[in-house]
């Protein structure tokens, strides 16, 4: 009898009878078959099932498929020969079938879903209805505005999924009047330790992508998030590509993270947002900085973030997610919900609706609840086992207790090996083949492996591998070569972990090959974001140098998302696959590469020790040149955590290259050694020669590489040789060379510079515009170093032009910060630039005695001195304890603050004393501005102290010096204490007019000279 005429089909109360016993069907399937019911024999698209039956909630056609694929199993009917409901690949589906309505008032779906009823299936969860509350609790907050991170944690099997699945059927798949929602899905998997960085944010993304609202989540991106544009190359029109690549120039991983949080934040004020992501203990560090942003930021963006781990994944030292949950958990940013396995009630509840009442007894309980321990998901594959033995059928004779344990006291792998007994060798074949890719996997790469046709693959994951729940749906894909496929992926790991276990070694490396191919074929070449995936089966597959090759590609990936975990864990292999291939040069060449990963990523203590081993390596296989490179590599970090060894590592390096017949690599060390000792020691004349000839070497090379090394530390040596225009005309060609290759850290740098040599010149407006700029940049890009750096240059031009308010607002809260970490620059400019403010401010009030009451006057000067001293005293502490902490161009204005200091307290021989050192030190490296500035000192102090013909005669040097070189900074004031008002106002007008471009700054410098000359 065919089975529609055993089929009563009631929409109104929305009942489907089969054979005289109503099935159990979930609401919303039982809503697609309605809508399909009433477009009889017409294709009906996905889009339109998706819109009548989920019209608020934006989800992908994956969910089309559970919702098919359970009619189907209900309806008894084949994808390959169907009775009811005809698969139109790529398209929908068409019913054919005919169903025997019932005589009720029938209903239609047009716009809206049949009423929702409770759904009694066998698989509706077990004693979870607490933590399906606890969930519902969170979104309700989250659509209220107040963000959520909710974890889910529970060991294998104890329902992490079927907990996440059935809150979302509940609350989205199958309820009446679902909230408007966007729900993004992911699934993160075991990338064998080489993750690829943002993989399941960027399959998130993906969903979001393939859903109704796929536009708006498009416009938004590029909007708010426009750097994560550049991870989905397929969203950007080819003509398109140049532009936003220049308008990312300087992208940092900070950016990314704070563009992404940017994104959530605007997609969910229209709409709310949930971000399921599951098994996060396979989830990339990339990512995990990510979800780590997302809860730190202060908004009220109406998201949720659902995720689940394995709870035993906290117990790993090493584990990357336990960092972050543990930052998560402290500062109060997440909520946790425990999952355990059922207790022996939880059992019994479940033995009623699994099993037949035969097995229902308290004896029964307790052999399940012993051998189970209440896990769910050992419970349904002991359940299986049994139905497999017989021992389910109600009809079946006596069963003894002794059998049903003998049924149930197998482990796991002997109980799967019985499910799968049922499998076809068809299925069994497919299943075996998906278990190669540790990630979803598409159907064409199936039918590549299997040398089938890609729709013969479709059906049998349609069929009987999708409705026993071997494999879930993941939607579909389309790949560059105009492939259109379907995705799946495994219902459970331990089901991959099986099949894969279970491949011989031959056809496991088969089967990783023609995987690995078809991703190539089908990606036409562009797969850096595939990298990872390809050097995987290729190794698997025995193909060792594609292995290595794609290895070094997805490290290079990883570096360009400044994903430098993964970027040094790919590298890593690279080195092992090196070694293993016999290829000495490119281990080396790699180990290199992971010593710049880690010391992009700031780890400087493992740097250093990584460079140790290079150069151990090195020396093994007497690569003098490797070694030369690793000893200079060790020298620049450890500038940053001890100078004196940075030192004596370059002192090291030189000596290595002397030894050598390597010509360039003599002029190169000699040349990082200068800028090392220049900047630590300082700067003596016999270094011009090394600095001169490792630039000449840079510019004769072509090298870029080489030439983003020396270009900046030749920009140092030309400012502190007073070679001011020299500096500008290098400086802007060095920016564009880093623009034009893409390096931020050497375009900013040359960027500094170029801001210090219009400083000198007295092109302070030029000056402002660049600083501005560079700021822009840096802060746009998260380079908060950078950012650091120029705020203090800024600070420091504002002091000197006069607006003493906005330099100390600039400055105060950098050296707050600089103050409590290890003594640096940054700290010693930001306290010699308050020790200057706090003279000037000083000089300010004292100027003002004939306005104010003699004793509140006397007072405030007090105060200020009381400040400057203290800043005094704390530098000089500093550097008894620090000597070669400061850079030794910063002691100059240092030198410059205390002869101020001393001169405003009338300490003549300090000040005088502090006047030579400045000159002995401006002269040491032909620094003219500061040369001029300390005869400029020097001659105040002799004429406090009476002293007027050594002053004039210092004076008159001084003047000799200007009459042959601009240096605009200490000129009008050299001409204003000789007195001579004429040159004096030139100078002045032409910085007034130098200033143009900055009007308030021009007032301050204005009214700065003003009260000067009135002194």
């Known amino acids: ?90 398209r929908g589906y068409r019913f054919i079938g005919e169903l025997q309505t019932a005589q009720a008032a029938q209903t239609t779906l047009e716009n809206s879903v049949p009423a929702p009823v409770i759904s009694t299936q066998a698989t509706t969860l077990i004693a979870r209805d607490d933590a399906l509350q606890t969930i519902s609790e969170h979104w309700a907050l989250a659509q209220s505005g107040q963000k959520q991170l909710l974890f889910i944690s529970a060991e294998a099997g104890v329902g992490k999924t079927a907990l996440v699945q059935a809150w979302l059927k509940q609350q989205f798949f199958e309820a009446d009047n679902p909230s408007p929602c966007l729900l993004a899905n992911a699934v993160c998997f075991d990338q064998h330790g080489s993750g690829e960085p943002y993989w399941p944010v960027l399959s998130a993304l993906g969903t979001l992508l393939q859903s109704a609202q796929a536009d708006a989540v498009k416009q938004c991106l590029r909007r708010y998030a426009p750097s994560w544009l550049l991870q989905i190359p397929s969203l950007i029109p080819e003509q398109d590509q140049a532009q936003l690549k220049q308008e990312l120039f300087g992208v940092t991983s900070q950016r990314m993270l704070r563009e992404f949080v940017d994104f959530v934040d605007a997609l969910s004020l229209s709409t709310p947002l949930l971000l399921c992501i599951e098994d996060l203990h396979w989830c990339d560090a990339a990512s995990l900085d990510l979800i780590m942003a997302l809860a730190q930021r202060q908004s009220s963006a109406r998201f949720m973030l659902l995720g689940s781990f394995r709870s035993s994944a906290l117990q790993q030292d090493e584990s990357a997610l336990k960092v972050v949950y543990s930052q998560l958990t402290l500062h109060q940013q997440c909520q946790t919900l425990p999952l355990t396995n059922l207790d022996e009630a939880g059992v019994a509840q479940w033995m009623a609706r699994a099993l037949p009442e035969t097995l229902r007894s308290e004896v029964y309980t307790q052999l399940f609840y012993r051998y189970t321990e209440g896990n769910p998901l050992l419970l349904t594959a002991v359940s299986d086992h049994l139905q497999q033995m017989g021992l389910m059928d109600e009809q079946a004779a006596a069963i003894t207790p002794e059998q049903i344990e003998q049924g149930i006291s197998g482990g796991l792998k002997q109980l799967l090996s019985l499910k799968t007994a049922k499998l076809s060798k068809q299925d069994r074949q497919v299943l075996e083949a998906a278990s190669v890719s540790s990630a979803a996997f598409a159907t064409e790469s199936l039918a590549a492996v299997m040398q089938q046709d890609v729709l013969e693959i479709e059906e049998v994951c349609e069929d009987q591998l999708l409705h026993e729940q071997w494999l879930a749906p993941e939607g579909s894909q389309s790949w560059p070569d105009g492939s259109i496929s379907e995705s799946y992926r495994f219902w459970h790991q331990l089901y991959r972990q099986y099949f894969y276990e279970n491949l011989s070694a031959a056809r496991c490396r088969h089967y990783h090959l023609r995987f690995a191919e078809r991703l190539l074929s089908g990606y036409l070449g562009k797969v850096s974001e595939l990298a990872s995936q390809l050097a995987y089966h290729f190794e698997a597959g025995g193909d060792l140098p594609r292995a290595l090759a794609f290895s070094k590609e997805a490290s290079q990936h990883a570096a360009q998302c400044f994903a430098y975990r993964e970027a040094i864990a790919h590298i890593s292999n690279v080195i092992a696959l090196s070694e293993r291939l016999e290829q000495p040069e490119l281990q080396l060449a790699s180990r290199k590469r992971r010593c710049t990963y880690l010391l992009a990523s700031g780890q400087l203590g493992e740097t250093v020790k990584e460079y140790k081993s290079l150069i151990e390596a090195s020396q093994a296989l007497a690569d003098s040149k490797a070694e030369i490179d690793a000893t200079l590599g060790m020298a620049d970090a450890l500038f940053w955590i001890d100078r004196q060894a940075c030192l004596d590592a370059g002192k090291r390096a030189v000596a290595l290259a002397e030894a050598s017949d390597d010509e360039a690599s003599k002029i190169h060390t000699k040349g990082k050694l200068a800028h090392f000792s220049s900047v630590v020691e300082g700067y003596q004349p016999a270094y011009a020669a090394d600095y001169e000839a490792a630039f000449k070497l840079a510019e004769d090379s072509g090298d870029v590489a080489l030439q983003c090394v020396h270009y900046p530390r030749h920009l140092y040596y030309l400012i502190i040789r007073s070679r001011y225009q020299q500096a500008n005309d290098l400086a802007a060609r060095a920016m564009q060379l880093a623009l034009d290759n893409g390096d931020a850290v050497s375009y900013l740098s040359c960027e500094f510079f170029h801001a210090w040599a219009l400083f000198y010149q007295g092109q302070w407006g030029e000056m402002l515009e660049v600083i501005e700029a560079a700021l822009a940049l840096a802060t746009k890009n998260e380079h908060r170093p950078w950012v650091a750096h120029f705020t203090i240059q800024k600070a420091w031009l504002l002091l000197q032009a006069g607006d003493f308010e906005g330099a100390k607002a600039l400055c105060q809260p950098v050296y707050d910060q600089a103050k409590l970490m290890p003594t640096g620059s940054l700290y010693f400019f930001s306290v010699i630039i308050l020790l200057q403010l706090e003279v000037a401010l000083g000089g300010e009030v004292s100027e003002e005695v004939g306005d104010l009451v003699g004793e509140e006057v006397s007072d405030q000067v007090g105060e200020d001195v009381d400040k400057a001293q203290a800043y005094v005293t704390e530098i000089t502490q500093r550097l008894n304890a620090e000597p070669n902490a400061i850079d030794w161009v910063l002691r100059f204005p240092l030198q410059q603050g205390l002869a101020a200091f001393y001169l405003a307290r009338e300490q003549w021989s300090d000040a005088a004393s502090a006047a030579i050192e400045l000159k002995t030190q401006a002269d040491s490296s032909g620094e003219l501005t500061y040369s001029v500035m300390a005869d400029y000192f020097l001659a105040q102090s002799r004429i406090g102290q009476g002293n007027h013909d050594e002053a004039q005669t210092v004076l008159e040097g001084a003047v000799e010096v200007l009459q042959k070189e601009d240096l605009p900074v200490i000129s009008w004031r050299t001409y204003a204490l000789k007195q001579d008002q004429k040159r004096c106002d030139a100078v002045i007008q032409a910085r007034l007019k130098a200033l143009e471009s900055a009007p308030d700054l021009q007032r301050c410098f204005q009214r700065l000279y003003t009260k000067s000359s009135s002194s």
């Not at 089975?3 to 109104?12: G, H, L, R, S, W």
């Not at 399937?29 to 477009?39: E, G, K, P």
């Not at 992908?60 to 698969?87: C, M, S, Y």
């Open 1 to 90: 009898m065919g089975m529609a005429q055993t089929i009563v089909f009631d929409p109104a109360n929305q009942i489907l009878e089969i054979a005289g016993k109503r099935a159990q069907v979930s609401p919303k399937a039982f809503a697609v078959l309605t809508y399909l019911h009433q477009h009889h024999q017409q294709l009906v698209t996905k889009e339109d099932l998706l819109t009548a039956v989920w019209p608020k909630v934006f989800v992908t056609d994956a969910v089309l498929k559970v919702a098919v694929g359970e009619l189907r199993k209900v309806l008894n009917d084949h994808p390959k020969q169907p009775q009811f409901i005809e698969t139109v690949h790529r």
